[in-house]
C-alpha cells in the first residue's frame, strides 16, 4: 500500500514537472532558471534572490553602473581661492551623475567612489586644488612649480563614501590657480 502511494505521487509529480517544462530533466531546470535569474538581475526586475539572503541578495541599486570621466577645453588662469573648477569635455558619463555646466558630479546611489584627478600646472604657476564634497575639502593636490621652466603635472586619488545626492568637485584651496587645458582631467566612478 505504501510503495503503491509512493509510486503514484512521483507520477504526478513528474507528469507535473513534464507539462511546465518542454526539456523535462532537473539540469535544463537549473540552466533554465539561471538564465532567466541573471538576466532580471541585470535589468533591475528582481531586487531579491530567491534564497532570499540578505547578504547575497542585491538590489537594481547595486547594479546600476556609476562612472564619469571629464577634462579641461580651455585653459583656466587665475581661477579664485575656493571656486570650483568646470570640466567642460564629457568623454564618459554612466549613471548621469556629472554636470558639465556647473562642473558638479551628484552621486546618483550612495556607496564607496574612487575619484582621480590630474592638474598641469601652467608653466611656472601654481594650482592648489582639492576634491570638495558637500562644500568640504576632503583631499588635496598640490602643484608648484614658481620660478621654473617646467610644466608640473599633479595626480591625486582617493576614496570617500557618498550618500545618494552628496555632491563632489574639484576646486581650488589655495591661492590662484593657472591650469593648461590638454592634460587636465577629473574622473570617478562607484566600486
Given amino acids: 500500500m ?3 502511494f509512493v509510486v503514484l505521487m512521483v507520477s504526478t509529480l513528474c507528469g507535473s514537472c513534464e507539462n511546465v517544462s518542454p526539456t523535462p530533466g532537473l539540469k535544463s531546470f537549473r540552466q533554465d532558471y539561471k538564465n532567466i535569474e541573471e538576466t532580471c538581475l541585470a535589468v533591475g526586475f528582481v531586487k531579491n534572490n530567491c534564497r532570499n539572503d540578505s547578504k547575497t541578495s542585491k538590489t537594481s541599486e547595486d547594479y546600476q553602473m556609476v562612472a564619469f570621466d571629464v577634462r579641461l577645453k580651455y585653459h583656466k588662469r587665475n581661477i579664485a581661492t575656493k571656486a570650483r573648477i568646470m570640466f567642460e569635455t564629457v568623454d564618459l558619463n554612466e549613471g548621469l551623475g556629472y554636470n558639465a555646466s556647473d562642473g558638479i558630479f551628484t552621486a546618483p546611489s550612495g556607496g564607496i567612489y574612487v575619484f582621480d584627478w590630474t592638474i598641469l600646472a601652467w608653466q611656472g604657476q601654481t594650482a592648489y586644488t582639492s576634491l570638495v564634497v558637500n562644500d568640504q575639502f576632503k583631499s588635496w593636490n598640490h602643484c608648484h612649480d614658481i620660478g621654473s621652466k617646467t610644466w608640473p603635472p599633479c595626480s591625486k586619488m582617493t576614496v570617500v563614501k557618498l550618500r545618494q545626492g552628496d555632491k563632489a568637485w574639484i576646486g581650488v584651496y589655495s591661492g590662484t590657480a593657472n591650469i593648461f587645458a590638454k592634460h587636465t ?7
Avoid: A, V
Fill in 2 to 4: 505504501f510503495l503503491t
Fill in 185 to 191: 582631467s577629473f574622473s570617478g566612478f562607484k566600486l
